[in-house]
């Protein structure tokens, strides 16, 4: 409850999710798992975590929220639906910033 998850199969193994402190969340699998599938899917760039308030402020619908809170290597910069999607280096990321000052998606007919 709560969550959208738009790669539900990779995840299916994940039975729970428990916040154990403020910098610790802790989940639990109903399935078994190798460390690195687990460790690859939670730091792909594609899958990512969304507060719950900016789920609830937008319906749980985040396909048409052009800026989207959150603390990855790029930032938003600019989105125009079915068009360009502008991502630059966030500068207030780790201190391994990534390389690459920003990335550009085009839209495609093609899924």
């Known amino acids: 409850a709560g969550v959208s998850i738009p790669r539900t199969p990779l995840f ?9 402190d403020k910098y610790t969340v802790e989940f639990k699998l109903a399935a ?14 594609w899958n990512v975590i969304f507060s719950k308030k900016t789920l609830e402020e937008n319906n749980y619908d985040l396909g048409k929220v052009l ?3 959150g603390t990855g290597p790029f930032e938003t910069q600019r989105r125009v639906e079915n068009e360009v999607w502008v991502m630059e280096r966030n500068p207030n990321y780790c201190e391994q910033r990534p390389a690459l000052p920003r990335w550009y998606r085009q839209a495609s007919d093609n899924p």
């Not at 299916?12 to 154990?20: C, K, L, M, P």
């Not at 078994?32 to 760039?45: D, I, L, Y």
Request: no cysteine.
């Open 12 to 20: 299916r193994a994940v039975s729970e999710i428990n916040t154990r």
């Open 67 to 69: 800026y989207i809170p």
């Open 32 to 45: 078994p798992r190798s460390v690195n599938f687990m460790m690859s899917a939670f730091a792909s760039g």
